[in-house]
């Protein structure tokens, strides 16, 4: 089973560590392309500070967020997994799992990123800011940018088993599954449950999105429960306490998708 995350905005900076080394990465059939981006980003943060910060929509108070991207070929690199901070990140606390889900987390895990293309929990990356969204000179839109290559790399990645995909809108658009792939391909809406004068009312919730998908990921590792479909997936998910709906798509070559069901955030 594979799980594709998202990274976050907010990142731990290393203390220390030697720089962060392409060659080590996993995937490396993305090396040349974390190439030409780390090498775009590092050029344009060296360069006019204003314009940097408005190419990556930082504001005035993340100037600094410039100056360290000027220096990611040097800055100390941590695992991904402890660099990665924000809400689905601070729900999953992969520090405290156990040995097992360490193991299958390490195994299981892949996290988008704008600048690295995807990477393993393992790999030591330095904390960067380039969101998916952004568009570099000379690279262009970095989700088109990573789709060729990531169309390359992700299907043996995800090799004969689910995939249970997590990701936000701007890091869904670096690589869309086809085919059979997309059939055994699982999305997750969060939506929240509320009565309000004696009737039901649903809505799809953001900030709290986050948190649900990264207790999901937790509990799922917790358990050891590794789905090979999406029937499979649906059963593991009920049996942990979560309340799932849904089962579009599969059809087509479309992922299917499910809608996890909260009352309480």
């Keep these: 089973m594979l799980m594709l995350l998202p990274p976050s905005e907010g990142k731990t900076a290393p203390a220390s560590g030697a720089p962060v080394a392409l060659s080590t990465l996993s995937l490396p059939e993305l090396t040349p392309a974390r190439e030409a981006v780390l090498g775009e980003l590092v050029a344009l943060c060296q360069g006019d500070a204003e314009k940097a910060r408005e190419v990556l929509g930082l504001s005035e108070g993340q100037r600094e967020e410039v100056a360290r991207n000027a220096a990611l070929a040097t800055a100390p690199a941590r695992p991904a997994g402890s660099v990665y901070t924000g809400v689905l990140y601070e729900a999953l606390d992969l520090a405290s799992l156990d040995a097992a889900a360490r193991r299958r987390a390490r195994a299981a895990l892949l996290v988008f990123s704008g600048l690295w293309g995807a990477v393993r929990i393992t790999d030591r990356i330095p904390a960067y800011r380039c969101s998916g969204g952004v568009r570099l000179p000379g690279v262009g839109p ?8 990531l169309a390359t790399a992700l299907p ?26 997309a059939r055994r391909t699982v999305t997750l809406r ?12 649903r809505s799809v919730v953001s900030h709290f999105n986050k948190a649900t998908k990264g207790r999901v990921v937790r509990d799922l590792l917790t358990a050891g429960a590794l789905p090979r479909s999406p029937g499979r997936l649906v059963e593991a998910l009920r049996d942990l ?3 799932v709906e849904g089962a579009e798509g599969g059809g087509g070559g479309s992922p299917v998708r499910l809608d996890v069901v909260v009352t309480e955030l």
């Design 241 to 243: 306490g979560y309340v």
């Design 156 to 181: 043996a990645a995800a090799g004969g088993g689910l995939v249970l995909d997590l990701r936000s809108a701007p890091y869904a658009g670096m690589w869309r599954p086809a085919g059979e792939l």
């Design 142 to 149: 970095l989700a088109a940018y990573w789709r060729g290559p």
């Design 190 to 201: 969060v939506v929240q449950s509320r009565v309000v004068d004696g009737v039901e009312r």
